[in-house]
């Protein structure tokens, strides 16, 4: 990883309301590096899209400093924070497109609020619109488009000015799973040949699973652990963490004297999380017994022995799920181990 693009530092944001005043973050610590995919993810109220929009200031923490390649946004004029937010792009939840524009004016937008001249806005907006894939709906309204399109084009429109951070809050929630996949894809491009840093905040360990590197977890207004998204998804440590990626299953799971697998590592590659990959398709997780694998020139070699679920409806899940993914296993009995 190169070096960090945003550093945030013992970053804190109250609210003042009828009852009181309300603490929406609470010394946030963060360095996000250059070129990342980086995923910031909590429950509904935990503070995330407060975090957001206090990274590019359109909320002004409480206190703590945000810094932009090194420049702390707090000591900036209001001039120097509009040129500094042109490197940072937004995508919403609700797309916020301007429903009397068309999809071309739309993208122009943000080049229009900078100056640029009217032919070089709109050139640069039909390259984009290539980008996504929409230069044939240039002239179309949003309400003519699809919510993957809308979201293409708020994409386009985030592109405009060339940013250095695209900051999605929420940007695949009110898509069907398709679609999420389909946009999930264009913003992992758009990062690896734009060197654009993208910052993903979600509720969905989908979401995080299918494109970030790493990911921090935010509950009750703090940040509660933070890694890389592998580390994260195999071993997490927070209560928070372990409810976000096995779900309910991670409370009611019960194991008894239910059956065991041996499963075996026969050539796979070392870096796929197998059991990571189960737990979560499955939403079941196992209890491991026994453990002797290796990597040997980047394969996995060797074996695994697991608990399945005293559920028998959890069970046949995992039992189906590598049954489809192809990887070999056997029953035991205590005597086998």
Excluded: W
Excluded at 101 to 125: I, M, S, W, Y
Excluded at 145 to 174: F, H, M, W, Y
Excluded at 195 to 204: L, W
Aim: glycine share 8%; aromatic share 4%; net charge negative.
């Amino acid at each position: 990883m190169e070096q960090p693009i945003i550093q945030i530092s013992h970053l804190g944001k109250e609210f003042q309301t009828a009852e009181g005043t309300v603490r929406a973050l609470h010394d946030i610590n963060l360095d996000i590096s250059q070129g990342e995919i980086f995923g910031i993810i909590g429950l509904s109220g935990a503070g995330k899209s407060t975090l957001v929009r206090c990274i590019n200031y359109l909320e002004v923490p409480t206190e703590g400093d945000v810094l932009f390649e090194g420049n702390r946004l707090g000591q900036m004029s209001p001039v120097e924070l509009r040129k500094t937010r042109q490197s940072m792009g937004m995508i919403f939840q609700q797309f916020n497109l301007l429903a009397q524009r068309t999809v071309l004016r739309n993208v122009c937008f943000p080049l229009e609020l900078v100056g640029t001249p009217k032919a070089q806005a709109k050139a640069r907006a039909m390259e984009l619109l290539k980008t996504v894939g929409l230069e044939d709906r240039a002239g179309a309204y949003p309400a003519q488009l699809s919510g993957g399109q809308k979201q293409r084009v708020a994409i386009a429109r985030a592109l405009a000015t060339n940013p250095k951070v695209i900051l999605c809050d929420e940007a695949t929630s009110a898509l069907d799973p398709n679609t999420t996949k389909s946009i999930l894809g264009l913003l992992k491009e758009i990062n690896r040949t734009m060197k654009v840093t993208v910052i993903v905040i979600t509720h969905e360990m989908a979401v995080i699973e299918a494109i970030c590197d790493r990911v921090a977890i935010i509950d009750q207004s703090r940040i509660v652990e933070f890694g890389k998204v592998s580390e994260i998804f195999s071993e997490p440590k927070s209560k928070i963490g372990r409810q976000l990626i096995l779900g309910d299953a991670a409370e009611q799971v019960k194991f008894g004297d239910s059956r065991q697998i041996r499963i075996i590592f026969d050539g796979r590659e070392s870096t796929e999380p197998v059991i990571s990959n189960m737990v979560l398709a499955c939403k079941a997780p196992v209890n491991i017994m026994y453990a002797q694998t290796r990597d040997v020139g980047g394969t996995a070699m060797g074996q695994m022995i697991i608990q399945l679920p005293q559920d028998e409806e959890d069970s046949a899940r995992v039992l189906h799920y590598l049954e489809n993914v192809k990887i070999p296993y056997e029953e035991v009995t205590e005597h086998d181990i």
